[in-house]
């Protein structure tokens, strides 16, 4: 009777296993594409975008032609019309001429059903952003402008709020520093960003340029160098909420206000030198030499001991500076 069971439960098990088997339809033409699908598949890799994308202007305006582009290149007279900063346009359609000496491929972007017109690639790229907040931060701070006058500006302010915070005897990230990792650990984070999103910029541009044009916050779904920069990214804000929370129970009031600017002088500071630098591949030995002196930093003023009669840390054994009492 027992062994009854168990064939019987064998073959209930055989059963189950077999009906998960699922015969796949013969689908020989799956992959039959025809020439206009392949084109465009071809083109998607190499431009990143195809038919149906949307762009977000942000030049001051977007001259497009109403007729085809067949007319322009045989000189014919062609109306023209513009769009304007901040209007929403999808790709309607993309034709290639090779006969064109300005720019072989066309683009048919359309705002609405009245406004659709044909434009050079190279005159449309630079006046557009993907309609994404993700591709549209990223222009923002890939602007080589923005960046130089940022670098200036963030270099004199910070130079100037750090002596004026070191005159005051203010605490600060590095220099008169509170007993939390956390501020030196956002700097290191805003530091090693930098030099991802900057090395990534130089040895796989490509890639950058296509994760700009389809952007994501998950680390998970893209190539691993990418995968990297979004976890730092992610553990920088992670540290950020935590350093908030560490230097409001360490300091309060002014002083807590105090540390927080100079905690952002400093990521800044960080963030301009380090992503402008690896450019030039100075920042990864400056990384290695400013990690090993801000933790070296942390460790050498982190306090050991607790004063035995208030309770406060204190850096050493001695008269504790808050109560007085000697603790030995």
Not at 67 to 73: A, G
Not at 121 to 136: F, K, T
Not at 294 to 320: D, E, M, P, Q, W
Request: glycine share 4%; with cysteine; net charge negative.
């Amino acid at each position: 009777m027992n062994r009854a069971y168990h064939i019987l439960l064998y073959f209930f098990f055989i059963c189950m296993v077999q009906s998960c088997y699922r015969q796949e339809q013969q689908t020989p033409d799956a992959w039959s594409l025809t020439e206009q699908q392949v084109d465009s598949i071809s083109f998607y890799t190499t431009h990143h975008y195809t038919q149906n994308f949307n762009f977000l202007i942000k030049a001051d305006s977007l001259r497009l032609i109403v007729q085809h582009p067949t007319e322009v290149v045989n000189g014919l007279p062609v109306d023209t019309f513009s769009l304007y900063k901040g209007n929403r346009i999808v790709v309607a359609d993309i034709t290639t001429m090779p006969s064109d000496t300005v720019d072989t491929i066309w683009v048919k972007v359309a705002r609405d059903q009245q406004a659709i017109g044909w434009v050079h690639e190279s005159s449309m790229l630079p006046c557009v952003a993907p309609d994404s907040p993700i591709s549209q931060f990223i222009d923002f701070f890939s602007d080589t402008h923005l960046l130089i006058f940022l670098a200036v500006i963030v270099l004199v302010m910070a130079v100037y709020s750090l002596r004026r915070l070191m005159s005051l005897g203010a605490k600060m990230v590095h220099f008169n520093d509170i007993d939390s990792f956390y501020p030196t650990l956002l700097c290191l984070l805003v530091a090693t960003s930098a030099v991802f999103y900057s090395t990534i910029q130089l040895f796989a541009p490509d890639s950058w340029r296509h994760y700009y044009y389809h952007p994501t916050l998950n680390p998970f779904s893209v190539p691993l160098h990418l995968g990297l920069f979004l976890l730092s990214v992610w553990a920088m804000v992670v540290a950020a909420l935590a350093a908030v929370d560490d230097i409001r129970r360490h300091l309060s009031g002014g002083d807590a206000l105090f540390y927080y600017l100079g905690l952002m002088g400093v990521c800044a500071v960080c963030y301009v030198i380090f992503s402008i630098s690896t450019l030039y591949y100075i920042g990864y030995p400056l990384l290695v030499v400013y990690a090993s002196w801000a933790v070296g930093h942390y460790l050498r003023n982190r306090t050991n001991f607790y004063c035995g009669h208030c309770g406060h840390r204190i850096h050493s054994k001695g008269i504790c500076p808050h109560c007085g009492t000697l603790n030995e």
